[in-house]
């Protein structure tokens, strides 16, 4: 080859170089400043890292002393592994068994063959553990087993004042109970740190961008005293096992003020396993059941008739033997009474003795006072779920309606409106809103919520109230068909209830509702109490079946409460 011809050759040579060289120069050149900016964004990304601050969420106590803590946010691990890691020790089955050993929910066979599945590298062994769990797990050193901190919703009381507290769901959100109705309140706002990660995905603290610090849940505390409320579970778990009932539930509250100091209902659950709970179980029955109260009713109806002054106690009414047609329809008593006075009709619980009281007052008149009584409407308690029952329009009632309205039927209430109801007369004729939550504070301690006592309203003059707690003392009193609601050393105002429940269209000769409602001590009124009983076999009248409950419940809480004997009563000079 000549001088000429390699020199051509290099000259080549260098220009593909060259135009080599330029192409790539070009190239990295479009990459860094115009190429692909999406790619160099997913990169920037990457590394940049979002790592929330977990936030604590609001503590739930209740009104005893000192306070007992009902909800609480708990700190505890999840147990994990990298099964990769495991295999590469060659020590799955010795891994498997360790753990299997400390955690003795864990079955040894089944993690042996997940710790075995090719390339994983990661497998949650055990979910919510306790610390000393995980201490004792860290003391092993177990190759590619590691924890993850937690935090788990627990009520330490179990199920007691479930209906009440609800539950906390897998994802963190407040299901029924104050954990829905106060989830804004009770869950906080999470915190988050920016900044970037190294190659292994670990923060790189000097780069750190910004902090948002978490601020904790408010905490919640209650009206409800622990004690009155185990008095109340106590007296339910004894009404299911006597009388077998579908359920039964009941309420304590404070009668001049609407603190609600215990409510509870059967069958329960427990949030800590609220998984295996159905429906009916997390039913809050004392604001969401709905039911025909029977003689209960009466209260409303006597005391409407009383407050137009259309009656007084003293006024006869002829009972007919316990066997009236009013608009071609026949009304019946279970007793055979003649002609009593308008009290003697609420001690014996006359049917027929309402049915006229009613009829006296007339339509008109009787469903004002069932609306100024709340009937048909919520109460505004704070608790999700409640019910307003059913009053019918005054132009949909038939001309038997005021007759069978006056005895419980052709209404459905709550058991709250029932207790507000005589409430209300023990507090002088003075409706008081109902409430289960004291106050809400900040985790700083600054108060973001307190509830005071509210009045709803003034439905019967404070003259009404005190005649019908008169006539309401004597339901408890010999010969009144609530003896066994008596509480010893103290004077109980009250009503039983036995409600035929409607079955396929027609009322039941075997199903019944029974029921007492009733405040005492009847000189100074301190709390009202409702006993309900679904269903109840094979006694199901209210004296019978909530009578007793009421009595043991209410009993108990006078002694707890200290709540002063009543005085006795006074005899005349001449008197026997």
Known sequence: MTETGRRV??????????????????????????????RRENVVQDRILHEPIRVHRGMIVDNSTPNTIVAIDWPCVDVCADPKLIQLTNRVPAVARELARVLPDVDVVALEKRLRLPDRRFERVAQQVTTNVAAQLASLKLPGVFTTPVVVRRYPQGATLCHVLGYVNAEGVGSAGLEQSLESLLRG??????????GRRHELTDRRIAETAATNGANVALTIDQQVQFMVERALDTVMERHHPDSAWAIVERVNTGEILAMACRPNYDPNNFRGSTDLQRMNRTIANIY?????????????????GVVTPETRIDCENGRWWHQGKVLRDTHSYGVMSVADVLQKSSNIGAAKIAVTLGSTQL?????????????????????????????????????????????AVTSLQMLGLLCCIANGGVYMKPYVVRNVTADDGKMLRENHPTVLGNPIKPSTAAMMLKMLVRVTEPGGTGLRAAVPGYRVAGKTGTGQKMVGGSYSETDYMASFVGFLPADKPEIGLIVVVDNPQPMHTG???AGPAFSEIAEQAMRYLDVPKSPPPVVMAGQP
């Not at 025909?292 to 137009?308: R, W």
């Open 367 to 411: 469903a004002a006072y069932l609306k100024a009584f709340r009937f048909g409407h919520r109460l505004g308690i704070d608790l999700p779920g409640e019910e307003g029952g059913i009053v019918h329009p005054l132009a949909e009632w038939s001309s038997i309606s005021s007759s069978r309205i006056a005895m419980g039927q052709g209404v």
């Open 9 to 38: 050759r290099l000259l080549l040579v260098a220009a593909a170089l060259g135009l080599a060289l330029t192409g790539l120069v070009v190239q990295l050149v479009h990459l860094h400043l115009w190429g692909e900016p999406e």
């Open 189 to 198: 706002k999470p915190g988050e740190i920016v900044g970037f990660r190294d």
């Open 543 to 545: 004296g019978m079946v």
């Open 292 to 308: 025909e109260p029977g003689s209960t009713f009466k209260v409303a109806t006597i005391a409407s008739a009383l407050d137009q």
